[in-house]
T-cell receptor, first 110, second 117 residues
Framework: SQQGEEDPQALSIQEGENATMNCSYKTSINNLQWYRQNSGRGLVHLILIRSNEREKHSGRLRVTLDTSKKSSSLLITASRAADTASYFCATDAQGGKLIFGQGTELSVKP | DADVTQTPRNRITKTGKRIMLECSQTKGHDRMYWYRQDPGLGLRLIYY???????NKGEISDGYSVSRQAQAKFSLSLESAIPNQTALYFCATSDPAQTGGSYNEQFFGPGTRLTVL
């Protein structure tokens, strides 16, 4: 069964708005990663947050991690039409395997 | 990512046929993975390999087999394809030693779209 559950499943916003996606997981983790997938293409790594970190930034991306609640959020600020994609969280719990969530489909309208 | 290639990119086959999907990488990574993606289900791990002599089953290995021919090559086989194996298949690589310690960032190929009729 999958570790991560993402919310919302789909999100539609206007260009310039912020987009927030949430990920919940079930077991203890070493780190949590976020990936992006453009339609029908391979996933691309965006950002990694370690279990002892609470917040991390990379450009317009902000990731938070709450290990007590077993949840993470990805915030994309000042969104652009080019941010339209599916976003997946992935947990690295044991043995070097990643467990992916079901993804959030983000649509940014110009 | 041009460093991880998959062939074929698209394949249509019939029930009962044997199919092989191939993955090659020039990243020099030790670890390789095969996933399948179905709409609404995210990615599920089929098999993974941490080096040439290491093969491990993932979450959904039934109906699949793999071969790690070399560090750079990892093939996925469907011995007798069935329609519910219709999906998008991804190969990925990682090497924690190269990407900053124990952190397992993965690099994905472009995917193979497989249709089983």
């Amino acid at each position: 069964s999958q570790q991560g559950e993402e919310d919302p499943q789909a999100l539609s916003i206007q260009e310039g708005e912020n987009a927030t996606m949430n990920c919940s997981y079930k077991t203890s983790i070493n780190n949590l990663q976020w990936y992006r997938q453009n339609s029908g293409r391979g996933l691309v790594h965006l950002i990694l947050i370690r279990s002892n970190e609470r917040e991390k930034h990379s450009g317009r991306l902000r990731v938070t991690l709450d290990t007590s609640k077993k949840s993470s959020s990805l915030l994309i600020t000042a969104s652009r039409a080019a941010d339209t994609a599916s976003y997946f969280c992935a947990t690295d719990a044991q043995g070097g395997k990643l467990i992916f969530g079901q993804g959030t489909e983000l649509s940014v309208k110009p | 990512d041009a460093d991880v290639t998959q062939t074929p990119r698209n394949r249509i086959t019939k029930t009962g046929k044997r199919i092989m999907l191939e993955c090659s990488q020039t990243k020099g990574h030790d670890r390789m993975y095969w996933y399948r993606q179905d709409p609404g289900l995210g990615l599920r791990l089929i098999y993974y390999s941490f080096d040439v002599k290491d093969i491990n089953k993932g979450e959904i290995s039934d109906g699949y087999s793999v071969s790690r021919q070399a560090q750079a090559k990892f093939s996925l086989s469907l011995e007798s394809a069935i329609p519910n194996q219709t999906a998008l298949y991804f190969c990925a690589t990682s090497d924690p030693a190269q990407t900053g310690g124990s952190y397992n960032e993965q690099f994905f190929g472009p995917g193979t779209r497989l249709t089983v009729l």
